[in-house]
């Protein structure tokens, strides 16, 4: 089995151990390092991760909450090219058994996922994370720590959630959303806003991740 690892980080670390405890023979490829051949060390723009494509990997994304449209486009490429990209889940994490969970999805640790709940690709949820019963998630979505998804909520595409966020019942976030951390969100939230706060805040100028 050969992982490739786009953007390596810590969040690649914690998906390379939950791998090893699932795979063997696993051959590791990492953008990072075709990177330094070309003397572009911590210069991340991605340009060549096609480098990849054809070659027989079973493709691991990891690519953070800076890049979370590129993450998107990145999968779409690789699931219309019919490469397998695998999901991850951490075994200490639940999740109910009608779940819908689409490909190149992280799930860590100490997560709670309820029934009817469909994660859509590319999707990462960190610790600590609750998502209550009939919710979507939409691809490329980024949940941060010990964040709260009541029951019939709708997150479209490209979100990112700060940690310790609280989503009240049949809110619908749309796409490209930023939350920030600690917030409380009672209300639906228009395409591309920012917000943070308890109470909500919608905020004038877009938080830069």
């Not at 691991?60 to 909450?65: D, E, K, P, S």
């Not at 490469?83 to 992280?106: C, H, P, Q, W, Y």
């Not at 490329?140 to 966020?165: E, L, M, R």
């Amino acid at each position: 089995m050969k992982i490739a690892f786009i953007g390596y980080n810590i969040v690649g670390d914690h998906v390379k151990k939950i791998l090893e405890e699932r795979y063997s023979n696993i051959e590791y490829l990492y953008f990072d390092d075709l990177m330094k051949e070309d003397k572009h060390k911590n210069i991340y723009a991605f340009k060549d991760y096609k480098y990849f494509f054809n070659k027989g990997v079973n493709f691991i994304i990891t690519l953070g909450y800076k890049h979370i449209t590129l993450r998107k486009r990145i999968l779409n490429e690789l699931i219309s090219k019919n490469e397998e990209v695998l999901s991850v889940i951490d075994r200490n994490s639940i999740v109910a058994d009608d779940t819908i969970i689409g490909k190149g999805v992280i799930i860590y640790s100490g997560v709670v996922i309820g029934n009817n709940v469909n994660i859509c690709d590319g999707v990462i949820l960190h610790n600590g994370v609750v998502i209550s019963h009939d919710s979507v998630i939409g691809n490329s979505t980024y949940i941060s720590p010990n964040s709260t998804v009541c029951g019939n909520v709708k997150i479209n595409d490209c979100c990112f959630i700060g940690a310790g966020t609280s989503i009240a019942n049949d809110v619908i976030i749309e796409d490209n959303c930023i939350i920030g951390i600690g917030s409380v969100v009672l209300k639906n939230l228009k395409q591309g806003v920012s917000a943070i706060g308890n109470p909500l805040k919608i905020l004038n100028k877009k938080i830069k991740l």
